[in-house]
Nanobody, 115 residues
Framework: QVQLVESGGGLVQPGGSLRLTCAASTSIFSRYAMNWYRQAPGKQRELVATLTNLGSTNYADSVKGRFAISRDNAKNTVYLQMNSLKPEDTAVYYC?????????WGQGTQVTVSS
């Protein structure tokens, strides 16, 4: 069973940056699309960014131009670079690997944007 482990969350001031990391226990990027989701208190989980197995990316409108998803195949790691952070970006961020009949989640990492 593939495991995903997120790290890199924390407290940052508005306008600051963070880079989240999602480490996969095995090589899966050629078979899975990788996604970052987030869930703020009292809100539904929302899709933030996608990186397909072919390398295409897609972003939620709320983060376009500020966030970037990337991967390092050699390290089995996916990143989410978050710049120009806003208080409304505060949430638990989850890494997800998805393909037909398979949906794998990490445990989440808290991101808090506050002065």
């Amino acid at each position: 069973q593939v495991q995903l482990v997120e790290s890199g969350g924390g407290l940052v001031q508005p306008g600051g940056s963070l880079r989240l990391t999602c480490a996969a226990s095995t090589s899966i990027f050629s078979r899975y699309a990788m996604n970052w989701y987030r869930q703020a208190p009292g809100k539904q989980r929302e899709l933030v960014a996608t990186l397909t197995n072919l390398g295409s990316t897609n972003y939620a409108d709320s983060v376009k131009g500020r966030f970037a998803i990337s991967r390092d195949n050699a390290k089995n790691t996916v990143y989410l670079q978050m710049n120009s952070l806003k208080p409304e970006d505060t949430a638990v961020y989850y890494c997800n690997a998805r393909r037909v009949l398979s949906d794998i989640w990490g445990q989440g990492t808290q991101v808090t944007v506050s002065s």
